[in-house]
């Protein structure tokens, strides 16, 4: 199964911007990259995916390296609300989720 | 209509009893999941239907069994269950594009189920 890997957790103060990083050592030439959160208690959330290039809306942005080989999510103004566990995966049919880097938001 | 409806909440079973997880959703979607998700990890792919027929069974134990009723209800027929099943199943949905589910998963907000 395709692997992604990311840190475990990440800190950053609000207002601030946030940059959370994933390899995706494994990814092939037609894996889409996603980004997905989960707040406690809820189901994860679909926050972005893209190809190959950078990728904005209204939540956050992705950047994706020229190899594919790792990819970025930028949040580019950090709110307590943005306090989540934050997945990249890679993959189309099959969504594979890394283990996910905890976020923590300090006001 | 953006919602992926999963019922029950919680659910308390013995590992003698039958009981079943129900997901619904009626934003067209034509492929839905279940994941499965212990506390402090990554939810893990159990199954996918796309256009009601089973695509992918990753390699689940039999004590879980699938059904795709239509196009907006997925459920999970729960039989024999241990307790090392307990675990949090979510339920998500997505489009179909060119034959393979893809695109933004929609995820419901999980089925809660401890095995006694």
């Known amino acids: 199964d395709a692997k992604t890997t990311q840190p475990n957790s990440m800190e950053s103060n609000e207002e601030e911007p946030v940059h959370l990083p994933c390899n995706h050592s494994?990814?092939?030439?037609?894996?889409?990259i996603h980004w997905y959160r989960q707040l406690p208690s809820q189901g994860p959330e679909y926050v972005i995916h893209?190809?190959?290039s950078n990728v904005n809306n209204r939540m956050a942005s992705l950047a994706i390296a020229e190899d594919r080989k790792s990819s970025t999510l930028i949040l580019h103004r950090a709110t307590l609300r943005d306090a989540a566990v934050y997945y990249c995966?890679?993959?189309?049919?099959?969504?594979?989720f890394g283990q996910g880097t905890r976020l923590t938001i300090n006001p | 209509d953006t919602e992926v409806t999963q019922t029950p909440k919680h659910l308390v079973m013995g590992m003698t009893n039958k009981k079943s997880l129900k997901c619904e959703q009626h934003?067209?979607?034509?492929?839905m999941y279940w994941y499965k998700q212990k506390a402090k990890k990554p939810p893990e792919l159990m199954f996918v239907?796309?256009?009601?027929?089973?695509?992918i069974n990753e390699s689940v134990p039999s004590r879980f069994s699938p059904e795709c009723p239509n196009s907006s209800l997925l459920n999970l027929h729960l039989h024999a269950l241990q307790p090392e099943d307990s675990a949090l199943y979510l339920c998500?949905?997505?489009?179909?594009?060119?034959?393979?589910?893809?695109?933004?998963?929609?995820f419901g907000e999980g089925s809660r189920l401890t095995v006694l």
């Open positions: 239907y796309s256009y009601e027929k089973l695509s």
């Open positions: 998500a949905s997505s489009q179909v594009l060119a034959g393979v589910p893809a695109g933004e998963l929609f």
């Open positions: 494994t990814i092939s030439g037609t894996d889409y």
């Open positions: 934003m067209g979607h034509r492929a």
């Open positions: 893209g190809l190959t």
């Open positions: 995966s890679q993959g189309a049919q099959k969504l594979v």
